[in-house]
T-cell receptor, first 112, second 114 residues
């Protein structure tokens, strides 16, 4: 059974810092990995999707990497801004692709 | 604005009442998913549809939970005889098809059982 873990559960940093969020998964036979952002009281917004054949994906100040063999992904946020404050979730599809298995999220606070 | 739409946004019910939550997926999306998100946790899968067929309901926590998508578009999640542990945010997502297509999420329905 696939399990996804995110560390840390919460992170608070000053504005302008670069930071890394971690995601690990137990079954390395994944087809892709997706990073989401969730603002309070809102649904999930997809940030990046990395296919299993890819090593990383970039969108603006965000860079996500994937190491299937070690069961890890990282989300790198450059030059953090207060608007980046949110909960960040990673998810992988189960082997049948019928559902996403989520980590518990990292609650990120960027202090002005 | 053709995103996934969920209604109501907030629902308060007394324990024992029945509730119905609605999801309007993105037009043309074949697959529809329901997730339950407890406070401070990641979403957990409940059930999914491909068109009108419910292909997986393994995540439904009890037989009090029922979902349908009769015409392959709008879906309703019904919870009968609600209990306090049903309090959560219920998220709906849709995707163009299977084959590991990205899922697009609605804003959810926050259900509180008193």
């Amino acid at each position: 059974k696939q399990e996804v873990t995110q560390i840390p559960a919460a992170l608070s940093v000053p504005e302008g810092e670069n930071l890394v969020l971690n995601c690990s998964f137990t079954d390395s036979a994944i087809y892709n990995l997706q990073w989401f952002r969730q603002d309070p009281g809102k649904g999930l917004t997809s940030l990046l999707l990395i296919q299993s054949s890819q090593r990383e994906q970039t969108s603006g100040r965000l860079n996500a990497s994937l190491d299937k063999s070690s069961g890890r992904s990282t989300l790198y946020i450059a030059a953090s801004q207060p608007g980046d404050s949110a909960t960040y979730l990673c998810a992988v599809p189960n082997e049948g692709a019928q559902k996403l298995v989520f980590g518990q999220g990292t609650r990120l606070t960027i202090n002005p | 604005g053709a995103g996934v739409s969920q209604s109501p946004r907030y629902k308060v019910a007394k324990r024992g009442q029945d509730v119905a939550l609605r999801c309007d997926p993105i037009s043309g999306h074949v697959s529809l998913f329901w997730y339950q998100q407890a406070l401070g946790q990641g979403p957990e899968f409940l059930t999914y549809f491909q068109n009108e067929a419910q292909l997986d309901k393994s995540g439904l926590p009890s037989d009090r939970f029922f979902a349908e998508r009769p015409e392959g578009s709008v879906s309703t999640l019904k919870i009968q005889r609600t209990q306090q542990e049903d309090s959560a945010v219920y998220l709906c997502a849709s995707s163009l098809d299977l084959g590991y297509q990205p899922q697009h999420f609605g804003d959810g329905t926050r259900l509180s059982i008193l």
